[in-house]
């Protein structure tokens, strides 16, 4: 966890089971007066519709082929990664709100709406970068361990939270090799999500914020950025009914 003022970062993995209990233990020992997490609300109903809200052949017009096509395959990769380690992709944020709910506690969408990320993804994204993900795809699958050892990764355990040199390592290659993917779902997510943060820090005493592992420390950079840049920020949203 990171400590900037009052605010806390909390990485998590979306299909690891200590991440679930790290969630409960924070939102116990920190007691926040706010809880933010990695999600908009396209996202959130979705998590909690599983199985009745799924991506549709007419979604295409609203996201884009390419943001279509990502969304099936980034889904069913998680589903096949998250029944190995017995943990629906998502847990970790629906046990960040549920938990929250239980003691009452506010809980903020920080994420930007996912349909604007998957617009942006689809025309983004270059015949390189598609090109690229197909030779990465039939390298993954028929040299898997190179493939691992060339990352430097010599142990990966699904049920834990990456450490934190396999997250910087990883991200330095999804940086290099597909720039326009890093752009939109990393870099510009972590912007909004660190102006709504620098936002909420001035109107709450104390901030839990539970977003992937991979958006946490560049997160803390930014929301010192903007802490003394931004307002009130717009697009922020709370849901506080029952999950």
Partial sequence: MLVYENVALLGTSH???SSIKEIKKAIVEEDPDLVAVELDQRRLYALMHQGKHKASI??????????YIFTQIGGWVQK????????????????????????KIPVALIDQDIEITLQKFTKRLTRKEKWQFVKDVVRGFLFKEREIKRLGVTHLDLSKVPEREIIIKLTAELKKKYP??????IK?????????????MKNYVKVLVVVG????EEMV?????YKNKVERVKGVDYEI???
């Fill in 80 to 103: 096949k990664l998250g029944r190995s380690v017995g943990v629906k992709p998502g847990s970790d944020m629906l046990t960040a709100i549920k938990e929250a709910h239980k003691r």
């Fill in 15 to 17: 299909i690891a089971k």
């Fill in 180 to 185: 326009n993917v890093y752009n939109v779902l």
């Fill in 221 to 225: 950079r930014l929301i010192k950025h």
């Fill in 188 to 200: 510009e997510r972590n912007e909004i999500m660190a102006k709504k943060v620098a936002s909420l």
């Fill in 58 to 67: 007419a979604d295409i017009r609203h996201i884009g082929l390419t943001g």
């Fill in 241 to 243: 009914n029952s999950v």
């Fill in 213 to 216: 592992a991979g958006h946490e």
